[in-house]
């Protein structure tokens, strides 16, 4: 029996593997894959299925594997119409609503498709917030961000963004298969900082830093997603921002595990709180977890909470400028942190040429 969530992975692999050129398929299925040998030989079945089907609605193979499971659930099945856009399969589904993809019939390109979920179509503030992620991420433009494409309403009144398809896996399925080499980890922290410091630039802390929210496509290109819970600390430039972006009161929003202490405390965040989340990703890469495991929620705030330094455990051959760095991102007074991504991304960067001298 395939589970929902090893489906939704098979899925992003399929998806990334099918617009490869042939030759590269094998390398990064491997790669992918790595030791989950029934996975391997699942997408491959799929990828076959697929190639030599030629009249199944014109469909992907593996859409009529996905119509056969019980346990998947999707409102929309593919060859559906939302407005210009052809639903081709679900990529799964968050707190607010389900992620398909999809193909842009005017533009002949495959995008994903966020619609809220029907029973919060109704609910202004969760509306209000399923637009602000697409109005925050729309305010940047950074290569590793993820590109919005659209943010419009159905004939139904459902609302929906268009944004651009990562071709990838999330940095938490890369992490179920293992910790990441030092130089693989700066690799991801330098485009993360490198989008966060864009984000800043304009006055948007993302505040949900987390591996679930960082992808990395196969040729190792990283895009931050998700600004659901954006916060808004400067004014924007355009005076359409004041209506058109909804900031919300301070409240406790986000993974407890990735807060830095000023979040927990609900105080007022800026930009050093996504560095301290950032340094609990960077952390993970390099250990395998994060640095205030705990039996209950209670005790792990209370870890975060505490005022003297967290014990931090480094693999033994990872160098002391790496170590002084991940530790300087998690100094719980925030005065004490780095004081902006840029001067982190160019200290990552600095030891990543060091590495690879």
């Given amino acids: 029996m395939i589970t929902h969530d090893r489906w939704q992975r098979i899925k992003e692999i399929l998806h990334s593997a099918q617009d490869l050129p042939s030759k590269e398929r094998a390398d990064f299925l491997n790669r992918v894959c790595g030791t989950d040998k029934t996975m391997l030989r699942e997408v491959e079945s799929l990828l ?9 609605l014109n469909e992907p193979a593996y859409e009529f594997v996905a119509g056969m499971l019980a346990d998947e659930a999707s409102e929309f099945s593919a060859g559906q119409r939302i407005g210009r856009y052809t639903i081709l399969s679900s990529l799964g589904a968050g707190g607010m609503g389900q992620i398909y993809l999809a193909r842009d019939t005017a533009l002949g390109r495959k995008i994903a498709l966020k619609l809220i979920s029907p029973e919060f179509s109704s609910d202004l503030g969760r509306v209000r917030r399923f637009e602000q992620e697409a109005r925050a991420a729309s305010a940047l433009n950074h290569p590793n961000v993820c590109v919005i494409y659209e943010i419009g309403i159905t004939e139904t009144g459902r609302h929906f963004i268009s944004m651009e398809y990562i071709q ?36 948007i802390v993302h505040r949900d830093i987390k591996p679930e929210n960082i992808m990395v496509r196969p040729d190792g290109y990283v895009k931050v997603v998700d600004f659901g819970i954006a916060k808004l600390t400067e004014i924007l430039s355009e005076p359409e921002h004041l209506t058109q972006v909804y900031t919300g009161s301070e409240k406790l929003t986000g993974t407890v595990k990735y807060m830095s202490p000023e979040q927990l405390r609900e105080a007022q965040v800026d930009e050093r709180t996504d560095i301290w989340s950032l340094g609990i990703v960077l952390y993970e890469m390099l250990t395998g977890s994060t640095p205030f495991e705990a039996r209950s929620l209670n005790d792990m705030i209370a870890k975060i909470l505490r005022s003297e330094p967290c014990e931090l455990r480094f693999p033994d051959e990872l160098p002391i400028r790496f170590r002084e760095i991940v530790s300087k991102t998690l100094e719980k007074n925030r005065d004490e942190r780095y004081q902006t991504a840029t001067k982190l991304a160019a200290d990552l960067n600095l030891l990543l040429r060091e590495k690879e001298q």
């Fill in 168 to 203: 990838g896996i999330t940095l938490r399925d890369q992490l179920a298969r293992g910790i990441l080499t030092p130089v693989e980890a700066l690799r991801v922290a330098i485009q993360v900082s490198a989008a966060l410091s864009s984000a800043h630039a304009v006055g």
């Fill in 48 to 56: 076959i299925a697929d190639a030599g089907n030629e009249d199944f």
